[in-house]
Nanobody
Framework: QVQVVESGGGLVQPGGSLRLSCAAS????????VSWYRQAPGKQRELVAS???????NYADSVKGRFTLSRDNAKNTVYLQVNSLKPEDTAVYYC??????????????WGQGTQVTVSS
């Protein structure tokens, strides 16, 4: 079994910052890639950013220059630094981890989400 837990969300003022964490644990042989999605009320879930095992990153145009991914491979944890937050960044942020488990099975696991609210 693989578990994914997000943390770090909260209420911030416009222009503020947060660091979101996505920690994967359990039967993990390789953490292949981690993707962050977000879903605002009444909207579809959208891909925000992703990072591969060798550190290749991709960002949605709406967050480029403001959001930054990093990873700690020893801890199977990925961090999403979110800066210059705008009210339109308000959403539940979800982490998806693609892993090879101990039996080398390719799996995708979602976390429960962490709320980010940007408001004055």
């Amino acid at each position: 079994q693989v578990q994914v837990v997000e943390s770090g969300g909260g209420l911030v003022q416009p222009g503020g910052s947060l660091r979101l964490s996505c920690a994967a644990s359990g039967s993990i042989f390789v953490l292949i890639a981690v993707s962050w999605y977000r879903q605002a009320p009444g909207k579809q879930r959208e891909l925000v950013a992703s990072i591969t095992s060798d550190g290749i990153t991709n960002y949605a145009d709406s967050v480029k220059g403001r959001f930054t991914l990093s990873r700690d491979n020893a801890k199977n944890t990925v961090y999403l630094q979110v800066n210059s937050l705008k009210p339109e960044d308000t959403a539940v942020y979800y982490c998806n981890a693609r892993i090879l488990d101990a039996y080398h099975r390719d799996k995708n696991t979602w976390g429960q989400g962490t709320q980010v609210t940007v408001s004055s």
